[in-house]
């Protein structure tokens, strides 16, 4: 209990020294990057050890994530501000799955409290509608969450659920979700990519049981609904970070209709969940560092990469192939494990879900070839990225080719299929 | 473990260093590259010898269940039909590779195009020599990324959006696969090739389309049939052939790979899972309509075209259609032996077909221009002997067959099909060769006589000896066919319908040599060029899905324009 203590108090410890030294953006970088390496050190090592696994499992990839998002964090103005609500956030995420579920719930609605006055802090106009959505589908989530204090029994998991669709993108409240990726500054989107899907799942994992059966049918069929929204949505996308959003929102959706397919929060779409985000992350990471080169992300004005930064485009096509379910990430594995753990042979709403899993790929090779294709603008001065910049990615690219995992009893020839068969014939 | 392995292991180990050294080796990589592949294909043929004699060989790189992690089943399983592909992917490979060595040189790209060369030809022989369905699969995308790297120039505006056509048809197989996959596993509870056969072939079980409403299938067809689907996508059958048109702008040395190895998967597959198959008698019906309609639709095409890697391309496609119409009739070792034979032809055809192109730009004669040729006096031995060697010995053939030897073949559908593709082969060669005019006639009907054995022979030797190589279990081929086989009414339609073909195809080759005209009816002479239209615009099925793309794209932004901004 300690050194879960102390591994939580950790971050907060690194936001107040980065507050001190908020004037040099360089000292506050090694501060979190120190923080961040002894926090995943600690819970790595095992040296930390709580009572619930998939709570210690999902703390060390946040933990690595702030790691990948304080180095990948470039110098310019914004980068204190950045690095300390990636510390605050971090401490008060790993505080809320080290908690039991008041607390828990407490520290979440901390979370979207601080996201939330970060995006109207930002002075967002009247007119960025795209804010306003991601801050009142925030508010949706702290209201759900202060009310579930006060009531208790199915209506109470009823607005935990909503909480949890708030943090992992359930369609129609994805505005939090999609808005924090696109509107924050600096590699904070990068690190939110994860935290927030993470502390959804961890949300839904003690949930489920509690969550009464039709509201199942209608958490599998707003996945798949709200799956089909954002490829519209992502489709007709120019700016970067945005169409990563969307694309994540859309693979997310998958973990929903597994989760209500299942009935279940399955350990598969959980590992599913983390190769994902890390994939998102990472993508989110590479679109920081272009916006810290060219100041925009649009997609229209950014072209044909490929030639004139060959170190970014190796990188991130291999990003784009391990988040697009191509072997050898962890996407690919996950995705098939989770497949295989479906409930039925092969329910109905699978074919609708390996259509949505053919439109995430190819609204993913179209962003590929959209960023690193074509002729690259002659009024642009192109620089490829340093080695302190590649980093951070390529730390992401071995955590997911590392994430190759299958569970191994699906190979075993002696096993069964533990399956309800329609009907079988004479042989 | 096997010394087998390096068969794979070199080629990657070749693109691993030219990957990594590539700016400093430049022009040095084919030093790395060559060798690695020409001692592949001699490691190769070993491995074909040693299967041969000693049965098949089995790699696991570890036990799955006492490994620390749970990770990937990876390991490798190389029997005959495994050997014979490493064989051909390793011997195409080393030719390609000695033509690239000076074809390649001074491009910029040399040693990338030698690594991802290396690389691919390793992809090709993990997915042949793969120990289950699960690393088949794995292998099968690398490949399709592989495809999209290979083929395509990311600054030529038409290459990208013929990459983007590429990846999405494959994409689309890969996806139906994968549910194949996830529906063996589910029903079976196994993914190694010869569990998941026992069990298939164990208890048959059915598998609701859609409860309560009744819709019931086969669980083997709906398994076969999507697996099917990721068969089509890369071997090019229509519709999901537009793909392969569309790499029109890669270096020829990836053409010759791409028609003589990588689209070959589709028949490799179906091979593999020929078990499975021979389960599924309606998916090889679907197997079989969609190869003859491929193979009709893109001879047609191909005869419309004037672009000569375009109409290789076609020539390609009819020829995987051809392929698959065999595995769709049950016949799985001669679709084998026909992918081998076409990829050493489509190999050096298209390595030729560079050297044309540069001819043609050097040459301001070259290609020499449409020359009418005259109508001369009807040459009429060589036409006799076609005529004999074409129509008559079959015939009598068939009466020996039938009369003399006894031999049932209403019955035996699969030798029918043997007689028939030989007939059909030696029919076209004959025709073909009837067009010969600068040659003395005896020698164009010795040739003709020549080829007539050698196409009989050589089907011959693939219906008998080839077949029971790669399936050499007691009644495995057979039951194949038996599999396979047509309703009786049915398949003496097709029987008599490929016989009025051949006999027509002599009529109109007659007339035309004597300038008439008499046996093809007017109205025909006006549909002639609509036809024409219609193939040259490749039946207008690349501007359908443009269309198509377009249609969704505007749906989407209507939409979009409509949706609130505030709910992304």
């Known amino acids: 209990m300690h050194d879960t203590l102390m591994v939580t108090i950790l971050p907060f410890l690194g936001a107040t020294i980065s507050l001190l030294l908020w004037s040099r953006p360089r000292v506050v970088k090694v501060a979190a990057l120190l923080v961040a390496g002894v926090t995943v050190t600690g819970l790595a090592s095992g040296a930390v050890t709580g009572s619930d696994p998939t709570a210690t499992a999902l703390m060390t990839l946040i933990a690595v994530t702030a790691f990948v998002a304080a180095l990948g964090q470039q110098l310019t103005r914004q980068a204190p501000l950045a690095i300390v609500l990636v510390l605050i956030i971090l401490g008060l995420s790993l505080a809320a799955l080290a908690g039991s579920q008041p607390v828990e719930h407490m520290f979440m609605g901390c979370i979207m409290g601080t996201i939330a006055l970060r995006l109207l802090w930002r002075a967002i106009g009247p007119a960025d509608a795209l804010a306003w959505g991601a801050v009142a589908g925030l508010g949706v989530g702290i209201l759900a969450l202060a009310a579930s204090a006060v009531v208790s029994g199915s209506i109470a998991a009823v607005l935990q659920l909503v909480a949890c669709a708030t943090l992992l993108p359930l369609f129609p409240l994805q505005a939090a979700f999609v808005g924090s990726l696109s509107k924050l500054p600096g590699t904070l989107p990068t690190f939110l990519a994860v935290v927030l899907p993470c502390l959804g799942w961890h949300g839904i994992v003690s949930l489920m049981s509690q969550v009464p059966a039709p509201l199942i049918h209608t958490v599998i069929a707003l996945a798949l609904v709200g799956a089909l929204y954002e490829a519209v949505r ?83 096509g291999l990003l784009l192939m391990a988040a697009m379910g191509l072997p050898l990430f962890g996407v690919f594995s996950t995705f098939m494990a989770m497949m295989f ?3 039925s042979p092969m329910p109905q709403s699978a074919v609708i879900v390996l259509l949505i899993w053919l439109i995430a790929s190819l609204l993913l090779m179209r962003l590929l070839q959209r960023l690193l294709c074509g002729q690259p603008k002659p009024d642009v001065v192109y620089q490829d990225l340093t080695l302190t910049e590649l980093l951070p990615l390529v730390l992401v690219l071995c955590l997911l080719a590392l994430g190759v995992r299958v569970p191994v009893h699906l190979f075993q020839p002696a096993a069964q299929a533990h399956v309800t068969v329609v009907a079988e014939g004479t042989p | 473990m096997s010394y087998v392995i390096l068969v794979p292991l070199l080629p990657l180990l070749a693109a691993i260093v030219i990957g990594v050294a590539g700016s400093v080796l430049r022009e040095r990589s084919i030093r790395i590259a060559a060798p690695a592949v020409v001692s592949a294909f001699a490691g190769a043929v070993a491995a074909l010898v040693l299967v041969t004699l000693n049965g098949p060989i089995s790699v696991q790189f570890y036990e799955p269940s006492t490994a620390g992690l749970s990770v990937l089943p990876l390991g490798f399983y190389i029997d005959r039909l495994s050997a014979v592909m490493m064989v ?35 992809v090709l022989l993990c997915m042949v020599s ?34 983007f056509k590429t990846y999405a048809v494959l994409r689309v197989g890969d996806v139906a696969f994968l549910a194949g996959i996830v529906l063996a596993y589910r029903l079976y509870g196994t993914l190694d090739f010869q569990p998941l056969f026992a069990r298939a072939a164990e208890v048959p079980r059915t598998f609701s389309l859609w409860p309560g409403i009744g819709l019931e299938i086969s669980a083997v067809t709906a398994i076969t049939l999507l697996i ?42 179906i091979n593999r899972l020929a078990p499975l198959y021979g389960l599924a008698p309606d998916t090889l019906h679907v197997a079989f309509v969609i190869g003859g309609l491929t193979a009709v639709v ?57 050297n044309v192109i540069h001819m043609a730009r050097q040459e301001p004669r070259f290609p020499p221009g449409h020359v009418q040729e005259k109508a001369e006096a009807l040459p009429r031995f060589p036409w006799a002997t076609g005529v004999v060697m074409t129509l008559l010995l079959p015939l009598i053939i068939l009466l020996a067959a039938h009369g003399v030897l006894q031999v049932p073949l209403r019955d035996a559908q699969g030798a029918v099909i043997f007689l028939f593709f030989a007939w059909v082969t030696s029919a076209q060669a004959i025709l073909s060769l009837y067009r010969l005019r600068a040659v003395e006639s005896w020698k164009v009907a010795g040739v003709m006589v020549f080829t007539m054995f050698l196409v009989i022979g050589t089907y011959l030797w693939a219906a008998v000896s080839f077949t029971y190589f790669l399936y050499p279990a007691p009644g495995e081929a057979a039951r194949y066919f038996e599999a396979a086989a047509f309703p009786p009414w049915l398949f003496d339609l097709f029987v008599v319908t490929v016989t009025v073909l051949i006999i027509g195809g002599w009529a109109v080759v007659y007339t035309n040599a004597r300038g008439e005209h008499v046996l093809i009816p007017r109205w025909t002479l006006g549909l002639m060029p609509r036809l024409y239209m219609w193939f040259w615009n490749r039946l207008y099925v690349d501007t359908v899905y443009a269309r198509l793309g377009q249609a969704l794209s505007r749906l989407a932004r209507r939409v979009d324009a409509a949706l609130p901004e505030w709910l992304p």
């Open chain 1, 234 to 316: 992502a489709s007709v996308q120019f700016h970067l970070t945005r169409m990563i959003a969307s694309i994540t929102t859309i693979l997310f959706s998958l973990v929903w209709w597994h989760v209500g397919a299942t009935g279940k929060a399955a350990p598969e779409a959980g590992w599913y969940l983390s190769t994902v985000s890390l994939a998102a992350s990472a993508l989110l990471l590479a679109g920081h560092q272009l916006e810290a080169r060219y100041g925009f992300l649009d997609l229209d004005k950014l072209r044909g990469l490929a030639r004139p930064m060959p170190r970014f485009a190796t990188l991130v």
């Open chain 2, 130 to 163: 793969s120990a289950n369905l699960l690393m088949l699969f794995i292998f099968w995308q690398l490949l399709s990324w592989l495809l999209y790297l290979l083929s395509y120039h990311y600054s030529h505006p038409p290459t990208i959006e013929g990459a």
């Open chain 2, 88 to 122: 051909v992917i390793t011997g195409v490979s080393t030719i390609i590779y000695l033509y690239s060595m000076r074809y390649m040189q001074q491009e910029r790209g040399y040693a990338r195009f030698h690594a991802l060369l290396a690389l691919t030809t390793f």
């Open chain 2, 298 to 354: 893109a001879a047609a095409i191909m005869l419309t075209q004037s672009d000569i890697k375009t109409m290789l391309g076609f020539s390609t496609i009819g020829q995987m259609g051809y392929m698959i119409m065999e595995c769709g009739l049950g016949a799985f070792a001669l679709a084998i032996f026909h992918l081998i034979a076409h990829g050493l032809f489509k190999a050096t055809v298209f390595l030729n077909c560079g």
């Open chain 2, 228 to 269: 099917f689907i990721g068969a089509m996508s890369k071997s090019a059958q229509f519709p999901m052939h537009v793909w392969l048109p569309a790499s029109l702008y890669a270096p020829t040395p990836v053409h010759a790979l791409l028609h003589a190895g990588i689209i070959n998967a589709g028949g490799f597959l």
């Open chain 1, 341 to 343: 753990a479906s409930p």
